[in-house]
């Protein structure tokens, strides 16, 4: 394998991995198409780049790839002639372990002779590579990643509610007609019906399986949170209080994968802040409780963390392990609410949907000193650096820091540093 194709594949955005990775791969394994379907890509779940094998217009679809998932090992290879957008084709599916949901690749080859060994090990293990990584961004819930990840859920949902609607009411339609009595010749008339629910029934199983790799149940995220938690925990002297959603807490909910993600990224660092203000760092003793639950509403999901440190925890902290800073792409929001000799409670807001019309860019509200000025607070820099760098005092910095964060209506550096992230000004 060449070690600089796998650099660069983790390195490449993620609407370039797919393509790179059919370039890797073609030539030990020759093919027209490469499709993957896997629930912890930030990006789509289902992407698919070459020329369809089928008929000119036709599509390979998810579903062509979830029919070959029972064929498959957890991790492995089936090499084989299945249908793929319609015809019967030669085709290699490998599949990673590295999640939960099996991440599966299909490349559509363009010759029957099976793939020797010395192909398929190399395949298999950049296939885990990507995989591995993209779970590492999913499991993160970097900025740059959820704001790509909510505008493909957005635009896949739009899609599939258009073809949804113009499918459905088209078959509804034909049904209506086709039951009518008036009509002549019985055997077309039962065989257009049994055409027509086929459809329908493949419809709604095609909108399930998309369902199922973009949303997850409350309460399955919440349990996945707590082991991740309890492995965090198991060697300190922390007791850990649980508060899962029950019923009237959503926990049958259906959330969108990038808001469950981003809410355990978020409470583990606010846990690991809470940690280091109790003095739970590499040197840090003595008892300490943490409470973590979560509530789902009508419109976002709220959770929170709850210690009974000394009360000092600040935003400042958090925005140390960029909780704002993974907020912001959803809108998120922080509160803090910390009591000395008492504690802290944590709580965090995470809209369950895309706000209906366009934010306007905050940036646009400020100077051209005041941008030169947010750019080097992005970059973590100090009011003396920045001062040095701009040649002006540190007076005139801190100036210029307090109308930024005016002007863009936040309340502490970290809060401008997640804008300038979120709307790409850094």
């Known amino acids: 394998m060449n070690l ?28 027209r198409t490469i499709a993957q379907l896997s629930g912890n890509c930030a990006y789509s779940p289902f992407l698919v780049h070459g020329e369809s094998p089928g008929r000119p217009g036709s599509l390979v679809t998810a579903a062509d790839l979830a029919a070959l998932r029972p064929l498959l090992p957890s991790r492995g290879n089936w090499q084989g002639r299945t249908r793929v957008a319609g015809v019967d084709v030669p085709v290699l599916a490998l599949t990673s372990d590295i999640t939960g949901q099996s991440a599966l690749l299909v490349v559509v080859r363009t010759e029957d002779t099976p793939v020797p060994e010395e192909h398929l090990a190399p395949a298999q293990l950049l296939w885990d590579l990507v995989t591995a990584h993209r779970d590492g961004l999913r499991t993160e819930a970097l900025p740059g990643s959820l704001a790509a990840s909510r505008a493909a859920a957005a635009a896949r949902a739009a899609a599939i509610a258009e073809l949804r609607d113009a499918h459905g009411g088209a078959l509804t339609a034909l049904l209506g007609v086709l039951r009518d009595r008036a009509l002549d010749d019985t055997n077309a008339r039962t065989r257009a019906v049994d055409l027509a629910v086929s459809a329908l029934a493949e419809l709604r199983s095609r909108a399930e399986l998309d369902q199922s790799l973009a949303e997850e149940r409350a309460g399955d995220a919440f349990e996945r949170l707590a082991v991740s938690l309890r492995r965090i925990l198991r060697a300190r002297n922390v007791r850990l209080e649980l508060g899962p959603p029950g019923a009237e807490e959503g926990a049958d909910r259906l959330l969108p994968a990038d808001v469950t993600d981003t809410a355990l990224a978020v409470v583990r660092a606010t846990v690991h802040a809470s940690l280091d203000d109790q003095g739970h760092g590499p040197d840090g003793d003595g008892e300490h409780r943490v409470h973590v639950g979560w509530k789902v509403g009508t419109d976002e999901l709220r959770a929170t963390v709850r210690d009974n440190g000394p009360g000092t925890l600040s935003l400042g902290a958090l925005d140390a392990r960029r909780v704002t800073e993974r907020l912001a792409p959803l809108g998120g929001r922080v509160d803090l609410d910390a009591v000395p000799g008492w504690g802290t409670t944590v709580t965090l807001e995470i809209p369950l949907t895309s706000p209906n019309t366009p934010r306007q860019d905050p940036l646009t509200a400020l100077g051209a000193r005041e941008l030169e000025v947010l750019g080097q607070l992005a970059r973590g820099r100090r009011n003396r650096d920045i001062a040095q760098d701009l040649h002006i005092s540190e007076s005139t910095v801190k100036f210029h820091v307090a109308k930024i964060l005016g002007k863009l209506g936040v309340s502490s550096r970290g809060e401008a540093a997640a804008l300038v992230h979120e709307w790409g000004a850094a």
């Open 4 to 31: 600089m194709a796998a650099v660069e594949l983790v390195q490449a955005p993620l609407y370039e991995t797919l393509p790179r990775l059919s370039a890797v791969l073609a030539e030990a394994i020759p093919h």
